[in-house]
């Protein structure tokens, strides 16, 4: 994903300020574990920050719609992503105390030269938002395991030759008779 830099005004370093920020960012694809998510269009953005008194806080929401494959039956799956953009920038650089209760994770520090990037911001939003499993329906019957078929389509010849005697090992017990 693109950066995006928003250049904060001093006006924003004064207790209890506020301003809105929005936009759009191209990002042609996220990765989430094994799934490739790829996108249409841009991501939609929009936040708030606000001056908390001994930082910034951001505030606000990502949008956009991912395309990936569907876990089972491999075709594409669309899905409309909503997340929320959180932040937290600590003012007066690496010397500020860091809150008790927040770990090193959780905050940043506004850079010297007041430009944030929010891209990872961003990009957090929406990898909370994906599935962890993308499926096209929840009944998706997926893939034949011997010809590759698409079982959502309907049954494949397979289904027969799978069932018949010389492909299943256990075949040789049906001849195993029991003395009473």
Not at 65 to 74: H, K, N, P, S
Not at 110 to 128: F, M, R, T, Y
Not at 145 to 156: H, V
Request: hydrophobic share 35%.
């Amino acid at each position: 994903m693109e950066a995006v830099k928003i250049h904060l005004p001093q006006e924003l370093f004064e207790s209890a300020e506020m301003r809105p920020y929005e936009g759009t960012v191209s990002c042609d694809r996220l990765e989430a574990g094994p799934d490739t998510y790829t996108f249409e269009g841009p991501i939609a953005w929009s936040v708030d920050i606000t001056n908390t008194g001994d930082a910034l806080l951001v505030m606000g929401k990502a949008q956009a719609q991912a395309v990936t494959q569907c876990a089972r039956c491999l075709e594409d799956v669309a899905y409309d992503l909503s997340g929320d953009i959180e932040g937290y920038y600590l003012i007066g650089g690496e010397e500020a105390e860091a809150p008790e209760d927040m770990e090193d994770d959780e905050f940043d520090y506004v850079p010297d030269n007041h430009v944030i990037d929010i891209a990872p911001l961003i990009e957090q939003a929406l990898l909370l938002e994906l599935p962890l499993v993308p499926l096209c329906d929840d009944d998706c019957k997926g893939l034949c395991p011997q010809c590759g078929k698409n079982l959502n389509e309907g049954p494949c010849d397979c289904d027969d030759k799978a069932s018949s005697a010389e492909d299943n090992p256990f075949a040789a017990l049906k001849n195993l008779h029991f003395d009473d």
